[in-house]
């Protein structure tokens, strides 16, 4: 099985509102809450892993807000070293050429989605 480092290709992010694309290949939903005004039918959600998104008191504390985003990485980081969802990703990107992890939140930088790409590819935080 890849191991992080070796799957620095396979893992891309990208919203859920965009249009699914081909080179998408196997989509994955990385955000505990399914978004707003996107039906289950057409999402093109291959699976949604509600569980390793952040915890339910770290998505509140950080409610999106920017001044908030280094602390909600360090600690997000923290709970994504003990989470088995993180397993599961690398099953797939075993078993994918491409794992698209899809998120919901406006801000294309600074979101969790992000944050678990860079811990996924070993990236330090920041």
Do not use: C
């Not at 807000?65 to 969802?85: G, H, K, V, W």
């Not at 075993?94 to 979101?111: D, G, M």
Request: proline fraction near 6%.
């Amino acid at each position: 099985m890849r191991r992080m480092g070796d799957i620095q290709g396979t893992f891309r992010v990208k919203r859920i509102y965009e249009q699914p694309a081909i080179d998408d290949g196997f989509r994955v939903l990385v955000d505990r809450l399914w978004p707003r005004g996107v039906p289950k039918e057409s999402a093109a959600v291959d699976l949604w892993l509600k569980d390793v998104a952040p915890s339910k008191e770290l998505r509140k504390e950080f409610n999106h807000r920017p001044e908030r985003f280094a602390d909600f990485s360090a600690r997000y980081r923290l709970e994504l070293d003990s989470n088995p969802a993180v397993e599961t990703l690398l099953v797939l990107a075993a078993r994918h050429s491409r794992v698209t992890l899809l998120y919901a939140a406006r801000n294309t930088e600074e979101n969790d989605a992000r944050v678990l790409l860079d811990y996924l590819l070993g990236r330090p935080p920041g």
